[in-house]
T-cell receptor
Framework: EAGVAQSPRYKIIEKRQSVAFWCNPISGHATLYWYQQILGQGPKLLIQFQNNGVVDDSQLPKDRFSAERLKGVDSTLKIQPAKLEDSAVYLC?????????????FGSGTQLSVL | SQKIEQNSEALNIQEGKTATLTCNYTNYSPAYLQWYRQDPGRGPVFLLLIRENEKEKRKERLKVTFDTTLKQSLFHITASQPADSATYLCALSPRGSSASKIIFGSGTRLSIRP
């Protein structure tokens, strides 16, 4: 079974530039999550999708972050404009049980460095 | 305030010994608690889930306990091996919250020396 795919693996940008991350969850997993993991901390949820609808985006900084999952499969997370404090690993995860965060499957993440 | 705490200092264990990692929480009532393993440069990998009405769960060399009175979960690796070296994260889901309100601890780095 293929895992959660993410790209790119690394990205270095200047502050105020924009960046986009892509995620393809495990086939058949209806629920998709984007997490931000700052060095030395645990993952923090940014947004949760159920199929192509947003379930929870309460912790997403909407003035600069946006995410979409148009066809209910793969998803894109965008930051525009980026700030220094956005330097982190951005993890995508999916789960088999709709709406549940039990047993999450994570991708390897995109490590973002904002200079 | 609500907190979920794991030992921030790395845990160094001799191969073959039992490693015990702690996850403490305050001002939460978890419906269930999960443990994940994270290797450098990789995403977390699910290991075990224990529910509030369960005291203990086992999987091969892994054991998790959940004490809602002490507000603590312990994660044990018996007969530890160097390949068990990684960061271990606990994550709790508060009872009564929406399914999205899962909170991760900051993790404990475990090193098993040969």
């Amino acid at each position: 079974e293929a895992g959660v795919a993410q790209s790119p693996r690394y990205k270095i940008i200047e502050k105020r530039q924009s960046v986009a991350f892509w995620c393809n969850p495990i086939s058949g997993h209806a629920t998709l999550y984007w997490y931000q993991q700052i060095l030395g901390q645990g993952p923090k949820l940014l947004i949760q999708f159920q199929n192509n609808g947003v379930v929870d985006d309460s912790q997403l900084p909407k003035d600069r972050f946006s995410a979409e999952r148009l066809k209910g499969v793969d998803s894109t997370l965008k930051i525009q404009p980026a700030k220094l404090e956005d330097s982190a690993v951005y993890l995508c995860a999916s789960s088999l049980v709709p709406g549940s965060q039990e047993k999450l499957f994570f991708g390897s993440g995109t490590q973002l460095s904002v200079l | 305030s609500q907190k979920i705490e794991q030992n921030s200092e790395a845990l160094n264990i001799q191969e073959g010994k039992t490693a015990t990692l702690t996850c403490n929480y305050t001002n939460y009532s978890p419906a269930y608690l999960q443990w994940y393993r994270q290797d450098p440069g990789r995403g977390p990998v699910f290991l075990l889930l224990i529910r509030e009405n369960e005291k203990e769960k086992r999987k091969e060399r892994l054991k998790v306990t959940f004490d809602t009175t002490l507000k603590q979960s312990l994660f044990h690796i018996t007969a530890s091996q160097p390949a068990d070296s990684a960061t271990y994260l606990c994550a709790l889901s508060p009872r009564g919250s929406s399914a999205s309100k899962i909170i991760f601890g900051s993790g404990t780095r475990l090193s098993i020396r040969p």
